[in-house]
Nanobody
Framework: EAQLVQSGGGSVQAGGSLRLSCAAS????????IAWFRQAPGTERETISLINLIDGKTYYADSVKGRFTISSDNAKKKVSLQMNNLKPEDTAVYSC???????????????WGQGTQVTVSS
């Protein structure tokens, strides 16, 4: 059974750092793309970063570019999101998702992590 298990997150003051991880199992990791999404109350889900595990290409939303870094450890089947210089507006539930690249881009991935709260205080 395909599964994504998230770890990391929590609370931090503005300017601080957090790291999220997404551990995959049950599917061919190297053939997929994995993205990080976030959603704050009353807002739409936002795609903040994506990595295509086939070629390693990455994508960042303008809101996080230069502050967040997505990386993969294919041997461990894990994707991480390093979040630096966090701002209060980064407060949201963060979720990872995996599937074939087009489905991840479309936000219709089949496999999702359980979600992790990130809270940034000013």
């Amino acid at each position: 059974e395909a599964q994504l298990v998230q770890s990391g997150g929590g609370s931090v003051q503005a300017g601080g750092s957090l790291r999220l991880s997404c551990a995959a199992s049950g599917f061919t990791f190297d053939d997929y793309a994995i993205a990080w999404f976030r959603q704050a109350p009353g807002t739409e889900r936002e795609t903040i970063s994506l990595i295509n595990l086939i070629d390693g290409k990455t994508y960042y939303a303008d809101s996080v570019k230069g502050r967040f870094t997505i990386s993969s450890d294919n041997a461990k089947k894990k994707v991480s999101l390093q979040m630096n210089n966090l701002k209060p507006e980064d407060t949201a539930v963060y979720s990872c998702a995996a599937d074939q690249f087009p489905r991840v881009v479309a936000g219709t991935a089949d496999y999702w992590g359980q979600g992790t709260q990130v809270t940034v205080s000013s």
